[in-house]
C-alpha cells in the first residue's frame, strides 16, 4: 500500500561484472533482504556497448567513462528493483563509497569489491535517477509502486 506520505521506495541496484564473475549475488541479494528491501524485478543480463553508454551517459565526459563502459560489458550484470522504506539511501549505505578502499567495514563494496571500477554494486543516487533507472531496465514497472 502506497499513499502520498509514505517513504517507500523503489531503486535500481546493478551487482557489477565483477560480483557475478565472483558467485556472490546471493550474498549480496541476502544483505538487502536482511535489511528490508523487497526485491520486486530482476534479471540477469549482458549490457550491449550502447546501453552501458546510455545508461551512464551522466559521466559521458569524465576521463573514466571509457574504463567503466568497458568494465560494465565485460560479463553480465544482474538488475534488480529494490523496494522499502527508505530503499534509495539505504541501498546506498549497504554498498558503501564508491572506493572500496574507502568504503565502511561490512558494506558491500568494503567485502566484495577490488578496486573503483570494479566495485560490485551500482545504486541509484536519488528519487529523479532511480525514476529514470527503474524505467531503463524494467519499463513495465512502476518506480512509485502503483
Ligand atoms: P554507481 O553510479 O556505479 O552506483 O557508483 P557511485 O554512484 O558510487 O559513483 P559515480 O560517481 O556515479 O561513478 C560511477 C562509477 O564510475 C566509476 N568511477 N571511477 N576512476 C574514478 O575516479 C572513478 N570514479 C567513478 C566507478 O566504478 C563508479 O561506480
Ligand atoms: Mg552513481
Not at 16 to 43: C, H, M, T, W, Y
Not at 68 to 83: A, H, R, T
Amino acid at each position: 500500500e502506497f499513499s502520498s506520505m509514505s517513504t517507500i521506495e523503489r531503486t535500481l541496484s546493478i551487482i557489477k561484472p565483477d560480483a557475478v564473475a565472483k558467485n556472490v549475488i546471493g550474498q549480496i541479494v541476502s544483505r538487502f533482504e536482511q535489511a528490508g528491501l523487497k526485491v520486486v524485478a530482476a534479471r540477469l543480463t549482458q549490457l550491449s556497448r550502447a546501453e552501458a553508454e546510455r545508461f551512464y551517459a551522466v559521466h559521458s565526459a569524465r576521463p573514466f567513462f571509457k574504463d567503466l563502459v568497458d568494465f560494465m560489458i565485460s560479463g553480465p550484470v544482474f538488475v534488480q528493483v529494490l523496494e522499502g522504506e527508505n530503499a534509495i539511501l539505504k541501498n546506498r549505505d549497504l554498498m558503501g563509497a564508491t572506493d572500496p578502499k574507502k568504503a565502511e567495514k561490512g558494506t558491500i563494496r568494503a567485502d566484495f569489491a577490488d578496486s573503483i571500477d570494479a566495485n560490485a554494486v551500482h545504486g541509484s543516487d536519488a528519487p529523479e535517477t532511480a525514476a529514470v533507472e527503474v524505467a531503463f531496465f524494467f519499463p513495465q514497472i512502476d518506480v512509485h509502486g502503483r
